[in-house]
Every structure is written in structure tokens, then in C-alpha cells.
T-cell receptor, first 109, second 113 residues
Framework: AQRVTQPEKLLSVFKGAPVELKCNYSYSGSPELFWYVQYSRQRLQLLLRHISRESIKGFTADLNKGETSFHLKKPFAQEEDSAMYYC???????????FGTGTQLKVEL | NAGVTQTPKFQVLKTGQSMTLQCAQD?????MSWYRQDPGMGLRLIHY???????DQGEVPNGYNVSRSTTEDFPLRLLSAAPSQTSVYFCASSYHDRGYEQYFGPGTRLTVT
């Protein structure tokens, strides 16, 4: 069965420090992975998807099929990056999203 | 465009009561879904629909019913509320295509006493 694991519930970093939010997945097919973000008092929104290989707000994520990982990285954390981050995996033939349990990122001054 | 809208924003129910959470989207998206968000458990898929008249179960469907009579609306019905259904409920929609972005509603916070 498909599974998404985010091992850290909370990650605290100082402003300007590098950030890495971990995501590992388990899926027998060809994975399509996403990162969603939920800022305080806002709705969940897409941050980036692996197929587009884009960088959004300085964040990047590389799919590593060998390690079954899709870690989210940013070289220099900003205060406005504080939010809840969810890794998600599309499975099946449609748009069923399987989410990880989320990581709360707190950027301290 | 209003995007994805949900009503109500907050609701308190007593055990055994029934209610319907409303979800609507004005983007002509084929795909709509309902998730519940619980602390430490992330978002879990309850039901989804790939078009009007077509619905299917997600990961945690028990205790919930859905129907999709129009492209725009996808209501979620709680038949007999239980305290275990206390949660934040999110509706989402997208084009029915792999890799397309899901748009989320603002959520409904439900408490069952």
C-alpha cells in the first residue's frame, strides 16, 4: 500500500539557516509527488510538484527513487516560511492524494 | 472566481445528530474530494468524485456519505455524528488529470460532543 512518511512533527531553525524537510514514500508504481503548505489561518496550497522541477519561494525538492525520498530544501530560511508542510503522493489512476502527517516549520529570529 | 467554498466554518453537533457539510467550486473542475485533518495524522481522504454522478471511497469513508449531482457541488453528509468525527474537514477540487494542482477550501471545524 502507498504510504508517505514525514518523520519530524516540528522543525525549528534560525533565520538564514538551511532547511530540509524530510519525506519518504512507499509506492510500487511510478510516483508523482507534491509538497503542500498551510500558512497560519490560510488554506492549504500547492508549493511544488516534482514533475515540473521548479523552485518556488526558494524551495526545491528532488525525487530520489533509489532512496524513495522527496525532501524539501531551502538554503536560507525566512521568517515567512514558518508554516505546516505536507508531502503528498498521487496514487492509482486518478487524483487520489495520500498525505504525510506534516511537519511544522518554525523559523526563529 | 470564488474558488472552493465551504460552509459552515464552524459547527458543534451532539452525538447522533446528522448534518451536511457543503462544498462548491466555480472552476469547472471534474475532480472533487473530502479530507479530514487530525493532529498527528495529516490529511486523510474520505470520499472523492471524478465527475457528476460518480463517487468513490477514500481511506476513511465510514460514517460519511457523498453525492455529486452537479459539477459544482460535492456535499458531505454525516449520518449519525460520533465524537471520533471531531475534526477539520477540507474540500478540494482539481482537473481530472495526473499532476494537476488540487485547490482547497478554507475548512470546516466540526466538534461532536
Amino acid at each position: 500500500a502507498q504510504r508517505v512518511t514525514q518523520p519530524e512533527k516540528l522543525l525549528s531553525v534560525f533565520k538564514g539557516a538551511p532547511v530540509e524537510l524530510k519525506c519518504n514514500y512507499s509506492y510500487s508504481g511510478s510516483p508523482e509527488l507534491f509538497w503542500y503548505v498551510q500558512y497560519s489561518r490560510q488554506r492549504l496550497q500547492l508549493l511544488l510538484r516534482h514533475i515540473s522541477r521548479e523552485s518556488i519561494k526558494g524551495f526545491t525538492a528532488d525525487l530520489n527513487k533509489g532512496e524513495t525520498s522527496f525532501h524539501l530544501k531551502k538554503p536560507f530560511a525566512q521568517e515567512e516560511d514558518s508554516a505546516m508542510y505536507y508531502c503528498a503522493l498521487i496514487t492509482g489512476g486518478g487524483n487520489k492524494l495520500t498525505f504525510g502527517t506534516g511537519t511544522q516549520l518554525k523559523v526563529e529570529l | 472566481n470564488a474558488g472552493v467554498t465551504q460552509t459552515p466554518k464552524f459547527q458543534v453537533l451532539k452525538t447522533g445528530q446528522s448534518m451536511t457539510l457543503q462544498c462548491a467550486q466555480d472552476m469547472n473542475h471534474e475532480y472533487m474530494s473530502w479530507y479530514r485533518q487530525d493532529p498527528g495524522m495529516g490529511l486523510r481522504l474520505i470520499h472523492y468524485s471524478v465527475g457528476a454522478g460518480i463517487t468513490d471511497q477514500g481511506e476513511v469513508p465510514n460514517g460519511y456519505n457523498v453525492s455529486r449531482s452537479t459539477t459544482e457541488d460535492f456535499p458531505l453528509r454525516l449520518l449519525s455524528a460520533a465524537p471520533s468525527q471531531t475534526s477539520v474537514y477540507f474540500c478540494a477540487s482539481s482537473y481530472h488529470d495526473r499532476g494537476y494542482e488540487q485547490y482547497f477550501g478554507p475548512g470546516t471545524r466540526l466538534t461532536v460532543t
